[in-house]
């Protein structure tokens, strides 16, 4: 037996458009993050989800809503699952950050564990916050089937922490609007990766 952890992206956002760095601004879903999320939930209707956990935010709670709509189910929202808060980044473009910030942009880039961006949170924090109320919800619905809705530096710090990896490789991992990532924790604690950052539901929604 395992417990399964469907761990979702929230769909795409005007800031998204923008190449706005979002952070913990409550920036809503645009029409096509919308549809993002319910090409998702018609892709994940004939999964079993036993339970869905959202990040407080906006733009993931409406995306968890709208797949929860599919089992119905309730949404429980978690302070702990929110974005990461990116301090005097939030609300500029990623040019911007790139011409104001020129070298920290580079650490934040390249080793984000050493990236000190003021009145942001630190890389290691979001994932210690994330990590231990995933343990502590696995430990709840222990050989169930659960999803979380989050965002991605948040979903990057989780999967490598669940993972048992170094911050190191959060570059390396990438996250897409309403990507979903599938991951098997065994009884004996192991966690096994079963799917990354898959988008195969909005190929079929363009045909």
């Given at each position: 037996?395992?417990?399964?952890?469907?761990?979702?992206?929230?769909?795409e956002?005007?800031?998204?458009?923008?190449k706005?760095?979002?952070g913990?601004?409550?920036?809503?879903?645009?029409?096509?993050?919308v549809?993002?999320?319910?090409?998702?939930?018609q892709?994940?209707?004939?999964?079993?989800?036993d339970?869905?956990?959202?990040?407080?935010?906006?733009?993931?709670?409406?995306?968890?809503?709208?797949?929860?709509?599919?089992?119905?189910?309730d949404?429980i929202?978690?302070?702990?699952f929110?974005?990461?808060?990116?301090?005097?980044?939030?609300?500029?473009?990623i040019?911007?950050?790139e011409k104001?910030?020129?070298?920290l942009?580079?650490?934040?880039?390249?080793?984000?564990?050493e990236?000190i961006?003021?009145g942001a949170?630190?890389?290691?924090?979001?994932?210690?916050?994330?990590?231990?109320?995933?343990?502590?919800?696995?430990?709840?619905?222990?050989?169930?089937n659960?999803?979380?809705?989050?965002?991605?530096?948040?979903?990057?710090?989780?999967?490598?922490g669940?993972?048992?990896?170094?911050?190191?490789?959060?570059?390396?991992i990438?996250?897409?609007?309403t990507?979903?990532?599938?991951?098997?924790?065994k009884?004996?604690?192991?966690?096994?990766?079963?799917?990354?950052?898959d988008t195969?539901?909005?190929?079929?929604?363009?045909?």
């Amino acid at each position: 037996m395992s417990t399964r952890l469907f761990i979702v992206r929230h769909g795409e956002t005007s800031w998204n458009k923008l190449k706005k760095i979002q952070g913990i601004s409550n920036v809503d879903l645009t029409d096509e993050g919308v549809k993002q999320a319910y090409l998702l939930s018609q892709r994940l209707k004939h999964e079993k989800i036993d339970v869905i956990f959202s990040s407080d935010l906006d733009r993931a709670y409406k995306t968890a809503s709208l797949i929860a709509k599919e089992f119905d189910l309730d949404v429980i929202k978690l302070q702990e699952f929110r974005e990461i808060s990116f301090g005097v980044w939030e609300g500029l473009t990623i040019d911007e950050i790139e011409k104001l910030y020129k070298d920290l942009y580079h650490t934040w880039r390249t080793n984000p564990s050493e990236a000190i961006i003021d009145g942001a949170e630190k890389l290691e924090a979001v994932q210690k916050r994330i990590l231990s109320m995933t343990y502590k919800i696995v430990e709840q619905y222990k050989n169930k089937n659960i999803l979380i809705v989050s965002h991605a530096t948040s979903i990057k710090a989780l999967i490598l922490g669940l993972l048992n990896l170094d911050l190191s490789f959060y570059p390396k991992i990438r996250q897409d609007n309403t990507a979903l990532n599938i991951i098997d924790i065994k009884d004996d604690g192991k966690c096994v990766l079963v799917l990354l950052n898959d988008t195969c539901h909005l190929r079929s929604g363009n045909n």
